[in-house]
């Protein structure tokens, strides 16, 4: 899989490379708006992360530039300016999804993966990960063959555990994906570790809690 | 407080006061010297034509004797009595009162007293001549003064008041501008002309200080707007280290801690930084966009994503819907207003205690356990800070307060049964 990410500011996307590269992704940078294009020119990926402000143009002439190409390389807006307008028109203009700074490398990842999955063209829906099997049309799972029932928050949990594999994630980063913007208004978020619990009671209850994994006063791991 | 008019008004209505009771001696003083002069001049010439009209009669003896006797019955004011002896008198003037018996009362009289010659005999002749009391004329002027005293503050008062129709009218009307004026609008005041020099003066000095002031808060906005800009950046670049480091294996147990414990005032700063960008954004009136919303829906979407909060705390949340709040304005503003009462809400209220979210005719309200009332002139300030907690970005309520007031919607608080009710009622248009 190749990523390519605009970025301009260096440290940031050399953060990005590297908590992507764990993953079987392949990476690629560029920091201005110039290479940037003749990146997106020359070459196919599957996922672009797109900063708006790069020095020499504006981000969404890139993302104008791929679509008029006829290109389907999947695009995530990264961008300081999260106004309401800017998501509007980066989704217009073609981009799936928009992330807004600043942003845990763990929600990236989860988007990334979200993104790439649609983009394969799976008329099934499925993803399987070796006993588990999300069906994400009807948002069911099952653990080889059995049905298991999630609420809402525990199916958004293990979505983002699997985008995450083999990633700690800390308590912040999960509150932040399941209450978005909200959550940074409060200091607590123990209501975490009920919905981990539960989950993790969930996939117990056939054999396979083994994946899910606490990290003592830090946080949870998904590890294969 | 008296009005700048009436102050004028009542001093020239003393001063006014004063001269004419000044005036009324005066005026008596000299009524009664020109009466007297001109009764003496009067006299004067009455005794000179008396002598000399009797030296050209040349009347015998017995003839004077019989004419003097029946002048002196007849003639009422004036006497010719013989003296005996040719002593050089000199005229003089004397004022007596006298019992007048024809007006039955005590008249005062001017008299001269002089001797004239008829026939080389010498005779004293008394003229007398009834004079205006003086307490007579004191009244009358007294009286005529009073009147037009009466009249002049008549004319006083009616002047004033148009005086101060016309000539303050331009003073009111900058009084008017400025009471309306309001400084976050970042709009200078237009004074109408006027041709009063001191107005025009006043209005060209608010004029400027407006402009000086306008000026300097525009600068401030645009200081916290790029400053608040320029820590994005750096706030990004420190959540995405502090995740790899979270990443590092060989991180110990209490450097985890430590990374975790980071986060804490990182997310802090994150909403500070989030909310004054935000707040500079809806100063410059940046959300254009409108539709109908129906706050009740946006209320049960925001309930949704803090669902998990309400549960935490182990809070009573329930609902009391009286009517239809839907109105027009930025999706995103009535987003935010309502995720931010809501979480208010939410971070004040006791474990165990209950939010109550009112939905009304055109008003929403956010109701939750406290126990006292906050202070309420400080509430919707920047950084009034009225609890200990550190999550409290300090500008939650403040960034309600500019969305009510750029979408022209009023928002109360109070403190009622112990709780506290933040209320929002929208304005029809």
Wanted: charged content about 25%.
């Amino acid at each position: 899989m190749k990523i390519l990410v605009i970025e301009d500011e260096k440290e940031l996307a050399s953060d990005i490379v590297h908590y992507l590269s764990g993953e079987n992704y392949r990476c690629e940078t560029a920091s201005d708006f110039a290479t940037a294009k003749e990146k997106v020119s020359l070459y196919q990926y599957d996922c672009i992360l797109l900063d708006l402000m790069l020095p020499g143009g504006d981000g969404f002439d890139i993302l104008e530039h791929l679509r008029s190409q006829n290109k389907q390389d999947g695009v995530i807006i990264i961008s300081a300016k999260d106004t309401l307008e800017d998501k509007i028109k980066g989704l217009n203009i073609g981009a799936d999804d928009y992330l807004a700074k600043p942003f845990h490398h763990s929600e990236l990842a989860a988007r990334i993966h979200s993104v790439i999955r649609r983009k394969q063209f799976d008329p099934s829906n499925l993803i399987i990960q070796n006993e588990i099997k999300i069906d994400l049309l009807s948002k069911t799972v099952q653990i080889e063959g059995n049905p298991i029932l999630l609420t809402k928050k525990e199916y958004d949990l293990l979505l983002f555990f699997i985008g995450n594999k083999n990633r700690v994630l800390s308590k912040s980063a999960l509150a932040e994906h399941l209450s978005g913007d909200v959550a940074d208004m409060f200091d607590s978020h123990d209501f975490v570790y009920a919905h981990v619990k539960n989950l993790k009671k969930k996939l117990n209850e056939q054999g396979y809690a083994g994946y899910l994994k606490t990290i003592y006063g830090t946080g949870y791991k998904w590890e294969i | 407080m008296t009005k700048l008019l009436d102050k004028p008004f009542k001093a020239f209505t003393i001063y006014a006061l004063i001269i004419l009771l000044v005036s009324i001696p005066i005026y008596f003083l000299v009524v009664d010297w020109i009466w007297v002069t001109e009764i003496d001049d009067h006299h004067e010439m009455t005794m000179e034509r008396i002598e000399n009209r009797f030296k050209e009669a040349h009347l015998s003896g017995h003839d004077l004797e019989a004419i003097l006797n029946s002048w002196n019955m007849l003639q009422p004011s004036s006497s010719i009595m013989p003296i005996t002896e040719n002593i050089a008198r000199p005229d003089s003037i004397y004022e007596v009162t006298k019992y007048n018996e024809y007006e039955l009362e005590s008249d005062r009289f001017r008299g001269l007293q002089t001797v004239i010659e008829i026939d080389k005999k010498p005779y004293l002749l008394n003229i007398e001549t009834n004079v205006e009391e003086a307490y007579e004329t004191i009244f009358a002027i007294g009286l005529v003064t009073i009147l037009l005293y009466g009249l002049l503050v008549f004319g006083f008062i009616q002047l004033n008041r148009r005086i101060s129709k016309s000539a303050w009218k331009p003073f009111d009307n900058t009084l008017t501008k400025l009471k309306s004026f309001d400084l976050s609008l970042s709009k200078g005041v237009e004074f109408d002309e006027t041709d009063i020099e001191e107005f025009t003066e006043l209005n060209q000095a608010i004029t400027r200080l407006i402009a000086e002031n306008v000026n300097a808060y525009n600068q401030q906005k645009a200081f916290v707007a790029n400053a608040s800009h320029e820590l994005q950046t750096p706030i990004a670049l420190l959540k995405s280290k502090l995740d790899i480091l979270f990443q590092d294996e060989k991180l110990s147990a209490r450097q985890s801690e430590l990374v975790n414990a980071i986060q804490i005032p990182l997310a802090r700063l994150t909403r500070v930084n989030k909310n004054l960008l935000l707040l500079a954004r809806i100063d410059n009136s940046k959300f254009s966009d409108s539709s109908e919303i129906d706050f009740l829906e946006k209320i049960e979407k925001s309930e949704e994503l803090l669902q998990d909060y309400i549960s935490e705390r182990k809070l009573t949340y329930k609902k009391e819907i009286t009517g239809i709040a839907n109105v027009t304005c930025s999706l995103f503003l009535a987003e935010t207003l309502v995720n931010n009462l809501l979480s208010n809400a939410i971070r004040h209220s006791p474990v165990s205690g209950e939010i109550i979210v009112r939905i009304g005719e055109n008003e929403i309200a956010f109701l939750n356990s406290g126990v006292e009332r906050l202070k309420e002139e400080t509430l919707f300030k920047r950084f009034s800070i009225s609890t200990t907690e550190t999550t409290n970005s300090g500008l939650g309520l403040a960034i309600v307060k500019e969305i009510c007031k750029q979408n022209g919607w009023e928002i109360n608080y109070d403190f009622l049964d112990h709780f506290h009710i933040f209320s929002v009622r929208f304005s029809k248009f």
